[in-house]
Every structure is written in C-alpha cells, then in structure tokens.
C-alpha cells in the first residue's frame, strides 16, 4: 500500500517538474519570439528611416532640380512637370488701397463671403466680415447655372444686409476678388476657363468655360451689383495679403492639404509671356509646385504604394510626401507593415488599421507632440482611432519616432523647394543694400504641426547658411483665399487711377 503511494507521489513529481520545465520552455519560446518580432519591427523603421534620409547634400540637388525644372517651365507650356502659371497679376497690393472690397472663396465643400474696407496707408484694413456656406451635394454634381445661382444668392443677401457706410459712391460697382481653388487655366487678371474639377465636384457643363463669366452671369440673374476685378487662388491670394503688411514678401508658400508656391519673378524673365511687358516690370507666377519631380527626392514602397492607389497615379508626387493629405496615410502604411510582418500590435493585425486615410495629418502631429512621461496621448490616439487597446511604452516611442521621419523628411523637402525659388530670383545670397526676402507661409500643417514648421525654418537656416540666412524671414501670412483675393481686387480695381488723381 505504502509502496503505492510512494510510486503516485513521484509519479506526480515528475510530471510536476516536467510541467514546470515546459511552461519555462513556453517562456523562453515566447520571449524569443517576442524579441524576434521586435527585432522584424525594429529593421523596417531603421530601413524607412534610412530610406527617408534628406542629407545636406541631397537636399542642396532637389533645390537646384526645382530651378531647373522652374526655367523650363517659364520657357514654354508643358515645358515641365511645374506648370509655372502666368497669373497676370503684376500689381501687388502696396498699402495705399482705400475703399470696400469683396471676396468669394469658394476652395472645396464650403465657401465665404467678405468685405474688407481699407483705409490707406495710414488706416490698414479698417474692418473685415464674412460669412460661410457650405454647397449641397447635389450641387457639386449638377449644372454650372444651379452652382454659380446658389452662390450668387448667398452674395446678394450678403451685400442686402450691409450697413450704410459699406454702400458705393454713386455711379461705382462693387469690386470682388474670386479665389477659386481648382485648376484653371488663366487668360486675364479676371478670366479664366476651368480645366477640370477636383475635391468631388463634378459640373461637365462648367468644364471649359470662363468661371469669371458663369459667376457674373449668375450674379446678374441675380440683381448683384458687383465686377469680378480678380481671379486668383490661394497661394497667391497669400502673396498678396503678405506684401500689404510688408513690401519685403516676395514668395508665398502654402502648406495645408495640399501644397503650393507662388512667387514674384521679372516679367523679362518669362520666355513663354508674349503679351506686352506690365508697367510694374513684374509678374506673379503660380508654380503649382505640388507637381516638381526629381529623382533627388528620396522616395519608399510606402509612398510608391500610396502613389499607385491614389486618384491621380504620378502626379503631384512632391505634394504626397510633404502636405497634410498624405503624412499621416504614410504613417498608417509604416504600421501595417510592422503589424502584418512583426506582430507590432499583437498576434492579429488590427482590422481599422488596414483602411486607407484612417489617420489623418492632425492626429498623427498630436502624437508628434505628445511630452506626457507615459506618452498617455499616443495611447488614446491608437485606441481611439484604430482600436489597438494596449500599448507598451516602448511600442508608443517607436510611433512617436515614427511621425517623426515622416515629418521631417515633408519639412525638410520642403526647404529644399523654398531654396529653389531663392536660387531662381538670385536671393540666396546675401543681396547689396541689405535688402530682405520675406515668404509668407499658410496652410493648416504649417499653422498647426510645430515640429513640422519648426523643422521647415531650422533646415531653411542650414542650407542658406547663417550670413544669407540673416537676410531671410519667414512669416505667418493669414487667409490669402479671403483677404487676400479681396486685396487683388483693390490693386486690379478699375477706379485707381481716379483715388490716385
């Protein structure tokens, strides 16, 4: 009896021991493949990041690239990827404008009305109002008459509820800007026929036609008293808004969803201008930059990948990999990779993080910008929007590196645009008399995204060099669609010549 016992009891030890020995084999097989996981996880981010690397030098052959690339586009239409847009803007506002001026910004699902009243040298812009609207659905689809009617309609209760003291002098026409943020092709300051619609708009009988004159015939069906002085679009309606509070700015740069440059070039310079050279000697040109290519650009299967399954494959490549629409879908591609090959978030790859566009830029730079210990903002972001519940603090540092080449890469190429348009106007040098450059920057990501900005400006001082750099400032330029394009009205306005006289 004892005898059987005793075999039971080591019987059990036995097992007992080999139990033990297979959950500590279970362990060790776990934690190595948990290592072997971080390891998998940690050779995508070095090879990203070092696939993302924008050296000096590299940076130094994308600016000379981009004034290459702007001379050719200057010479003749379709002379290069940058379409470089002759505005026919070649008056900038000065500061001396006086009087009440509109503006219509219509950039996407939504559009303004403004009034701006300018009080001259002395005076700056006295007041500003506006009012918003968005466009139904059904518009954005429908006929040219039904969208430029529904606008209008909004223009005249606007102007109907305006105080006395906005009212013309007697036998004078109200004067708008009109920022429209679609690809036109510019035939005067206020002419201009659309070549296609973009941001889910899609009105075929608009296609071809002078958007300048759809709106004044709307606005007469309408009883609307008010000329188009100005067709402009943002980057340049920046431009303007920028040189009315300093006679220094001399290039625009947009950096929001999308991206844009605009800048002030000699008229002489512009082989492909065949119309008599403006008195001012100067004329603003629209690059559409958004558009450069070079094979300088340090491009990843991630951006590929994103290229080939956009709207528009091959185009704008410079604009997918520096502007807000793109960074955070960029960041979203990294992740599922290391969740797919790596197991970064766990054995199963979370289903939210395989939906295109799912992180969005303004998510991605809250991460950016987390300085909690725990990195607490990281982890809600991941649990909010892709349902990953918990996360290691190593795992958040690895994202927060992550937004990080990301951006950085976007900022620096960036410079490296901004120092091609300096090279082309011959200020990236120190210039005789001290003279100054200013770019007036807006745009959602530059305005909100710090690290960004803040990159953008550092890498601008490194590769201008401090002397020249001294001799080059950067300023937030705000509302260019709306001011802006209300300005150009001002300085196009057809009764100059009678406040100068």
């Known amino acids: 009896m004892k005898e059987g016992m005793g075999k039971v009891a080591v019987g059990a030890a036995v097992i007992g021991a080999a139990a033990v020995v297979g959950v500590a084999a279970l362990v060790v097989r776990q934690r190595m493949k948990t290592s072997g996981r971080w390891a998998r996880a940690m050779s995508i981010v070095k090879e990203f990041e070092e ?31 940058l379409k470089m847009l002759i505005s026919y803007v ?52 429908g006929t040219s008459d039904a969208l430029f009617d529904y606008i209008a309609e909004k ?3 606007f102007v109907a509820e305006e105080e006395q003291r906005f009212q013309q002098p007697p036998g004078r026409q109200r ?24 941001k889910g708009f899609s009105i075929e009988d608009a296609v071809s036609q ?91 299967e991630y951006d590929h990948a994103l290229d080939v399954e956009s709207l528009n494959p091959g185009e704008q490549l410079f604009e997918k990999i520096t502007s807000g629409m793109y960074l955070g879908e960029i960041l979203r591609r990294v992740l599922l990779k290391m969740a797919e090959e790596a197991f970064f978030f766990g054995d199963e790859v979370p289903p939210k993080l395989k ?26 972001k991941l649990k909010e929007i892709l349902e990953i519940s918990s996360t290691s603090l190593k795992t958040r540092r690895v994202v927060v590196e992550l937004c990080n080449i990301v951006a950085t890469r976007g900022a620096r190429l960036a410079a490296a645009g901004i120092l091609g348009i300096l090279k082309k106007m011959g200020r990236d040098a120190l210039r005789e008399g001290g003279e100054k450059t200013v770019i007036a920057m807006d745009g959602g990501l530059y305005k909100h995204y710090t690290e960004y900005s803040t990159c953008l ?10 002397e020249t750099a001294s001799s080059i400032s950067v300023e937030h330029s705000n509302d260019g669609s709306g001011i802006g394009a209300a300005l150009l009205a001002a300085s196009h306005s057809l009764y100059l010549d009678e406040k100068s006289s």
Request: aromatic share 6%; with cysteine; hydrophobic share 40%.
């Open 155 to 157: 223009l005249a209760s």
């Open 51 to 81: 696939k993302c690397g924008t050296p000096e030098g590299k940076l130094k052959q994308v600016a000379d690239a981009m004034t290459v690339e702007m001379h050719a586009g200057l010479a003749s239409e379709g002379g290069s990827k």
């Open 355 to 380: 939906i295109p566009f799912i992180l969005r830029t303004p998510e991605m730079s809250s991460m950016h910008h987390d300085t909690s210990s725990d990195l607490k903002v990281v982890g809600n």
């Open 210 to 300: 002078d958007v300048v004159n759809e709106l004044t015939k709307a606005l007469k069906r309408k009883g609307v008293e008010m000329r188009v002085a100005a067709l402009v679009n943002d980057t340049i309606g920046t431009l303007a808004g920028g040189r009315y509070t300093n006679k220094d700015v001399a290039v625009a740069v947009i950096l929001g969803t999308g991206t844009n440059a605009a800048y002030v070039e000699r008229a002489q310079a512009i082989p492909k201008w065949h119309g008599p050279l403006p008195k001012s000697g100067e004329m603003v040109i629209n690059m559409e930059w958004g558009n450069f290519r070079s094979s300088h650009i340090p491009l990843t």
């Open 175 to 198: 004067e708008l800007g009109f920022t429209f943020s679609f690809p036109v092709m510019q035939t005067s300051i206020n002419s201009g026929t659309l070549i296609r619609w973009t």
């Open 457 to 466: 400006e550092n890498t601008l001082r490194e590769l201008l060099g401090e």
């Open 90 to 141: 070649d008056n900038l506002p000065t500061g001396n404008e006086e009087g009440v001026f509109y503006a219509l910004d219509l950039g996407g699902t939504n559009f303004r009305v403004l009034r701006v009243q300018l009080g001259g040298r002395e005076g700056g812009i006295v007041h500003q109002e506006f009012a918003e609207a968005s466009i139904p659905p059904a518009l954005m689809c």
